[in-house]
């Protein structure tokens, strides 16, 4: 059972649209992670969010932690060539230091 | 700051040898490193975790006779895949996060080709 779900699993779009990817889960969590990877890479911390409705924005894109800390979502505007690559959510729980990770989301904008 | 490196970031080597792989945490201690393997186009299969000083926690169906974990100071882990065959094939990638935080940073990963 994947205990946070990503989606979509793969995402194709003409650079310049917009695109948010959603992870959900049944479970709480006490912090939520995104990061980004590209092929032969290891991943790239983007963001941390902490409190329950939390809004962070890195340039293009924008991240979400659900009111009840449940769910995240990313969302890119604009999208360019160079975003490209595999995001990963990942959730951490209260009770321990593991990471929870979603099963992805590859990307790829064309220009 | 929060930077991990691993060595070697590639190697390939035949069938029954082992092969030891370094996880370094450079500007920070790291209370805790995990170790995770990833196959093509998929996420992070999280294989180990292990805390400075002590033994490591495997998960479930993690060979830990095969798999062996050190994590003798606060900046290095390493992980021997012992007698190593092809389906050990992957890219093994560690992390490492300091005390009382959630957030991993990852090394850039090591490609393990098995012969």
């Known amino acids: 059972t994947q205990l946070l779900e990503q989606s979509p699993q793969f995402l194709s779009i003409q650079e310049g649209e917009n695109l948010t990817v959603y992870c959900n889960s049944s479970?709480?969590?006490?912090?939520l992670q995104w990061y980004r990877q590209e092929p032969g890479e290891g991943p790239v911390l983007l963001v941390t969010?902490?409190?329950?409705?939390e809004v962070k924005k890195l340039k293009r894109l924008t991240f979400q932690f659900g009111d009840a800390r449940k769910d995240s979502s990313l969302h890119i505007t604009a999208a360019q060539p160079g975003d490209t690559g595999l995001y990963l959510c990942a959730g951490a729980f209260s009770n321990g230091n593991k990471l929870v990770f979603g099963a992805g989301t590859i990307l790829r904008v064309k220009s | 700051g929060a930077v991990v490196s691993q060595h070697p970031s590639w190697v390939i080597c035949k069938s029954g040898t082992s092969v030891k792989i370094e996880c370094r945490s450079l500007?920070?201690?790291?209370?805790?490193m995990f170790w995770y393997r990833q196959f093509p186009k998929q996420s992070l299969m999280l294989m180990a975790t292990?805390?400075?000083?002590?033994?490591?926690?495997?998960e479930q169906g993690v060979e830990k006779d095969k798999f062996l974990i050190n994590h003798a100071s606060l900046t290095l882990s390493t992980l021997t895949v012992t007698s190593a065959h092809p389906e050990d094939s992957s890219f093994y990638i560690c992390?490492?996060?300091?005390?009382?935080?959630?957030?991993?940073?990852f090394g850039p990963g090591t490609r393990l080709t098995v012969l």
């Open positions: 992390s490492a996060s300091s005390q009382n935080t959630d957030t991993q940073y």
């Open positions: 500007d920070f201690q790291a209370t805790t």
């Open positions: 969010v902490v409190t329950g409705g």
């Open positions: 479970s709480v969590f006490s912090s």
């Open positions: 292990s805390n400075e000083g002590s033994k490591a926690t495997y």
